[in-house]
């Protein structure tokens, strides 16, 4: 489970965003991350299970993402992110591409997954699988636990026109316009503390395995 004390860490990081105040609780980050180290391990092997895609060589060290901001090009010089994010990928050892995603942060935890601003190329050949099998993948974002769990699909960030090479009378134009293919699942804080926690997020990870199955056919 997700400690107790790690949401605590994060709930002070946010009020104490400094670097004077990060050093002198250095220890206690790093016992908060050694929980999201072991908890990311115990999920990993779980999803492994569900989503044979998943490497088994995946290191769960390298999925809990740095917590130090890159502020070089950034308006907010606050130097540490109030959260801590893991990246399970499903193309290999390297996060991005189709990949499973927890977001750990006091009130505004989530559970996410598909595929975030995918490349051009891949975004082409996505694009081309909904127009060749939209129905598939109909079927996976109207199945009524899907929804319950992620909400409409179609409502995410999408193009003002009709993509290049399309028609505005296309039956899958609103999913033709997506510039991403993901879904998010809110989490609550005691939710998190639960001793089923990794059970429970890895039941609502299986729920949108079949995304992940449909969009890494679709760049295979």
């Avoid at 090009?73 to 193309?91: A, E, H, L, Q, R």
Wanted: proline share 4%; with cysteine; aromatic share 10%.
């Amino acid at each position: 489970m997700i400690s107790p004390t790690t949401l605590d860490f994060l709930k002070q990081l946010i009020e104490n965003n400094n670097r004077e105040w990060f050093q002198l609780n250095k220890t206690t980050f790093d016992k908060a991350r050694e929980n999201m180290i072991e908890f990311t391990g115990e999920l990993v092997s779980l999803l492994q299970k569900i989503d044979p895609a998943i490497d088994e060589a995946l290191d769960p060290k390298k999925c809990v993402m740095r917590i130090y901001r890159d502020i070089r090009f950034s308006k907010n010089k606050t130097p540490y992110k109030n959260n801590f994010g893991v990246s399970i990928p499903t193309m290999g050892l390297r996060n991005g591409g189709v990949e499973y995603y927890l977001h750990i942060t006091p009130g505004a935890s989530f559970i996410a997954g598909g595929y975030w601003m995918p490349e051009n190329d891949h975004l082409k050949a996505i694009r081309q699988e909904i127009d060749y099998n939209g129905s598939d993948l109909i079927k996976i974002i109207e199945d009524e636990e899907f929804i319950r769990l992620f909400g409409d699909f179609r409502a995410q960030e999408k193009l003002k026109t009709v993509p290049k090479g399309y028609g505005a009378d296309n039956e899958n134009i609103e999913l033709l316009k997506l510039k991403s293919f993901i879904v998010m699942h809110k989490i609550k804080d005691a939710e998190l503390c639960k001793a089923d926690t990794v059970d429970y997020i890895a039941s609502v990870c299986s729920k949108l395995q079949p995304l992940a199955v449909f969009l890494r056919n679709a760049i295979a």
